[in-house]
C-alpha cells in the first residue's frame, strides 16, 4: 500500500489561495469602480461650471445686454472653479469674463440716456467689442476647460 495523499488533499490545498485570488480580483474591481465613479462625478461638476459661463455668454449674445439675473448666475454657477479645476481658470471666470459683463451692463444702462452723438457712437462700439470678446470665448473656454473635462481610460 502507497501513501499517496488522496486527491481532496490537493483540492484543499489549492482552494485556500484560490479563493485569496478571487477576493483580490474582487477587490481590486471594487477599487477601480470607485475611481471610475469619482472621475465621473468630478466631470458631471466641471460641466456644470462649464455649461454655467457658456450658457452666460449665449444669453449675452442672444438678447444684447448682461442683465443682473445673468451674471448672478454666472458667479453661481462658477464659485466652485477653484477647488475643482484651477485658480486661474477661476480668475479668468471672475476677473475677465464676470467683468466684461459688468462692463457691457453699465455701458447699456449710459448708452439709454445719450443723446444720438460721439459719445453715444462710442459706447456703441464699446459694447460691440465686448460682444466680440465675449463670442470669442467660446473656444478659449474649450481651451481652458479641455483637460479637466476629457474623459480619459
Known amino acids: 500500500m502507497t501513501c499517496e495523499p488522496h ?5 484543499s490545498a489549492l482552494l485556500v489561495p484560490t479563493v485569496a485570488m478571487l477576493g483580490l ?4 474591481r471594487q477599487w477601480k469602480t470607485a475611481q471610475n465613479k469619482l472621475k465621473l462625478e468630478l466631470f458631471e461638476k466641471r460641466l456644470a461650471i462649464y455649461s454655467a459661463a457658456t450658457t452666460f455668454i449665449s444669453s449675452v449674445m442672444t438678447s444684447g445686454k448682461a442683465t443682473d439675473d445673468q451674471l448672478h448666475n454666472l458667479i453661481v454657477g462658477t464659485k466652485e472653479a477653484k477647488w475643482l479645476l484651477s485658480p486661474a481658470i477661476a480668475k479668468y471666470l471672475d476677473e475677465e469674463l464676470y467683468a466684461k459683463g459688468v462692463d457691457l451692463q453699465c455701458l447699456s444702462a449710459e448708452l439709454e440716456g445719450f443723446p444720438v452723438s460721439e459719445e453715444r457712437k462710442t459706447n456703441v462700439h464699446q459694447q460691440r467689442d465686448i460682444k466680440l470678446w465675449l463670442n ?6 474649450d481651451e481652458k476647460f479641455a483637460k479637466y473635462l476629457a474623459l480619459s481610460h
Open 7 to 11: 486527491w481532496t488533499a490537493f483540492i
Open 25 to 28: 480580483l474582487i477587490a481590486y
Open 136 to 141: 470669442a470665448q467660446y473656444e478659449i473656454l
